[in-house]
C-alpha cells in the first residue's frame, strides 16, 4: 500500500513527489526502527495508529505541495515559492497534528488495553511525521532545486478553479447525513426487537467457547481460512468465528460463539469426518469476553475528555468556538455513519472496533483542521453575511484537490490491507475504508456548512454579522434620503445649544434691521 502511494505522488507531483516518497520511506524506517527500541508489540490497533499518522504525512505533503503551486501561479519564482508554500501550509500542519497529538495523549494516559496501544503507536507515527514532511521533505525539495531543477515544469502550477457552492446545498448534505444515521438507529432497534443484540458483538464483547483439536499436519493461514472456518461456520451458522495455529505443534484453536452440548458434539463429527482429526484430541472450553466493562469505561471515557481537549484547543486557536463545535459535531457525525455500516451489515464488533473508531476521530479532525485553517486565511475580517458564504465557499475549492488526494493515498492503503489481510484484518478494514470516505465527505460537505450555519445563528462579539447583512440589504434597497444638514455637518452646534444660538442670530439681527432704520 505504501509503493502504490508513493507512486501516486511522483504522477502527480513531479519532482515533489519524489522528495515526499524518499521522505515516506524514511519515516517509515524510523517508525519501525522506534517500535523495535522500545520493543513496542505491534498489533492491529497498533496498525490502525500507523495507518492514521501515514495518512497524516502525505496530507501534509500534499498541502505543502499545493501551497508552492499556488505560489508560482501567483507569479513567484520556484525557491521562493518552496519557501512560501512551506511557511503558509505550517499552520495547517501543527494544527492538525497538534490536535490529534492531544487525543492521542490523552488516550494514553486514561485509556488501557488496545486503546493504549493505538495511542502509543499514533504519537510515535504523528511526531515522525511532523519531523519527515517539515524537516525531511523540505531539503530533500531544496537538494533537488541546487542540483538544477529549477524549471517550474518540474513543480506545478496551481490552475484557477471556479468556486462550487457548497453551502447553496447544505441542507440537503444535512439530510442526507441524518437519513443515514436514522437508519442505522432503527436497524439496531429492529434486531433488538427480533431478539438479537442491536449490533453483532464478538468473541471479544461476549465470550464464547474455545475449540482445540489436533489435525494430524501442518495448516497455513490460508488453509485454515479457505478449509476449517467454512465447515466450523456449517454448525454455528457465524461468520464470527477465530482460529490460531498453536505453535509448535500441528493442534488448531477456533473461537466460536457459546456452543450448546449438542452443536459440539456436531462439531466433533464434522472435524472428524472432513479432516480425519481423533476426537480424543479435541477440547472444548468456555472462554470470557478479553473486553472487560472497565475497559469499555475507560475508553469511553478518554474519548471524551480527549475530545474536549480538542475542543478548547480550536478554540484557541482559532478565535472561535464555533470552528471547534463544528469540528467535534463533524467528529460524532463520521462515528455515527459508520456505527450505521456496523449495524446494517452485522460486521463483529470486536478488539478492532475500538481502534477504528479512535482512527476515525483522528482523521476527521485532521481533515477538518486544513479546511478551517484555509477558511480562517482567507476571511480578513469579513462580516457580511454575502461575503461569509463565498470564504466559505472559495476555501472548500482551494482545498478540494488535497481532500481528494489524502483521502484517496489514506483509502488505498486500507484496501491494499483489506485484500491481502485474514478475515480478522478485514472486519477492521473495511469500516475504517468508510470512515476515510465518511470524513471526506464531512469535511467538504458538513463542517464548512455548519460553521456558516453557526456563525449566521450565533455572531460572535462586535457587529453581527446577521445584522451587517440586514443593514446592508435594506440600505441598497431603500432610495437614499436626503442629506440631513443637521446631522451631517459638523460645524453644526449640538441640539442643546441650538436655541441660545437662534436667540443670539435672531437678537443680532434685529439690531442690523434697526440700524438700517436709523440711518434711513
Known amino acids: 500500500g505504501l509503493v502504490i502511494v508513493m507512486v501516486f505522488m511522483i504522477i502527480v507531483y513531479a519532482v515533489p513527489g519524489v522528495a515526499a516518497a524518499l521522505a515516506l520511506a524514511i519515516y517509515t524506517a524510523l517508525v519501525i526502527a522506534t517500535l523495535y527500541l522500545f520493543e513496542i508489540t505491534l498489533t492491529l490497533p497498533g496498525i490502525a495508529g500507523i495507518i492514521l499518522s501515514i495518512g497524516m504525512a502525505v496530507d501534509a505533503n500534499v498541502i505543502i505541495f499545493a501551497r508552492i503551486r499556488e505560489e508560482i501561479a501567483s507569479g513567484k519564482s520556484v525557491i521562493t515559492a518552496m519557501k512560501n508554500g512551506f511557511h ?51 531539503w530533500i525539495l531544496y537538494s533537488f532545486y541546487w542540483l538544477g531543477m529549477r524549471d517550474e515544469k518540474f513543480y506545478g502550477r496551481a490552475k484557477e478553479r471556479r468556486t462550487i457552492n457548497f453551502l447553496q446545498k447544505r441542507y440537503v448534505f444535512f439530510a442526507i447525513s441524518i437519513a443515514v444515521i436514522a437508519a442505522g438507529f432503527i436497524g439496531m432497534g429492529v434486531h ?65 460463539r457459546t456452543l450448546s452440548k449438542e452443536e459440539r458434539d456436531d462439531l466433533n463429527n464434522k472435524l472428524a469426518d472432513s479432516f480425519d482429526v481423533d476426537e480424543s484430541t479435541i477440547t472444548f472450553q468456555s472462554i470470557s469476553s478479553t473486553i472487560s466493562g472497565e475497559m469499555r469505561a475507560d475508553a469511553v471515557k478518554a474519548v471524551i475528555i480527549s475530545t474536549i481537549c480538542m475542543l478548547i484547543y480550536i478554540w484557541f486557536r482559532f478565535k472561535d468556538i464555533r470552528f471547534g463545535a463544528s469540528a467535534i459535531i463533524a467528529l ?67 482545498t478540494l484537490t488535497r481532500s481528494i488526494y489524502t483521502s484517496l493515498t489514506t483509502f488505498i492503503m486500507v484496501a491494499v490491507l483489506y485484500i491481502m489481510g485474514v478475515s ?12 476515510v470516505l465518511v470524513g471526506a465527505y464531512s469535511s467538504v460537505c458538513i463542517t464548512g456548512a455548519l460553521w456558516y450555519v453557526m456563525k449566521k445563528k450565533f455572531a460572535g462579539k462586535g457587529q453581527p454579522a446577521i445584522a451587517a447583512a440586514s443593514a446592508s440589504a435594506k440600505s441598497s434597497s431603500k432610495p437614499k434620503k436626503a442629506r440631513d444638514v443637521s446631522q451631517k455637518d459638523p460645524t453644526q452646534p449640538k441640539k442643546k445649544n441650538r436655541k441660545r444660538v437662534a436667540e443670539r442670530l435672531a437678537a443680532e439681527e434685529a439690531a442690523k434691521k434697526q440700524q438700517n432704520d436709523d440711518a434711513e
Open 88 to 138: 503558509k501550509a505550517m499552520s495547517a500542519i501543527l494544527d492538525g497534528n497538534i490536535t490529534t497529538l492531544i487525543a492521542a495523549i490523552v488516550l494514553m494516559g486514561l485509556g488501557s488495553g488496545t486503546v493504549k496501544g493505538f495511542a502509543y503507536t499514533l504519537m510515535i507515527g504523528i511526531i515522525l511525521s511532523m519531523f519527515t514532511a517539515l524537516v525531511v521533505t523540505r
Open 192 to 256: 433488538k426487537a427480533s431478539g438479537q443484540n442491536s449490533l453483532n458483538y464478538g468473541l471479544d464483547f461476549m465470550g464464547g467457547t474455545s475449540t482445540t483439536a489436533d489435525f494430524g499436519k501442518e495448516y497455513t493461514i490460508e488453509d485454515i481460512e479457505n478449509d476449517i472456518i467454512p465447515v466450523v461456520k456449517e454448525v454455528t451458522g457465524d461468520s464470527n468465528i477465530q482460529a490460531n495455529k498453536v505453535e509448535g505443534t500441528t493442534q488448531i484453536t477456533i473461537k466460536t
Open 332 to 398: 460524532i457525525h463520521d462515528v455515527l455513519v459508520v456505527l450505521t455500516v456496523y449495524a446494517l451489515m452485522r460486521i463483529s464488533v470486536g478488539n478492532t472496533f475500538i481502534a477504528c473508531m479512535l482512527t476515525i476521530i483522528g482523521y476527521s479532525v485532521n481533515d477538518t483542521i486544513v479546511i478551517f485553517d484555509r477558511i480562517r486565511e482567507n476571511l480578513h475580517g469579513s462580516r457580511r453575511l454575502d461575503e461569509i458564504e463565498e470564504v466559505v465557499n472559495k476555501s472548500i475549492t482551494q
Open 424 to 435: 480478522s484484518i478485514r472486519e477492521f478494514a473495511a469500516p475504517l475504508m468508510v470512515g
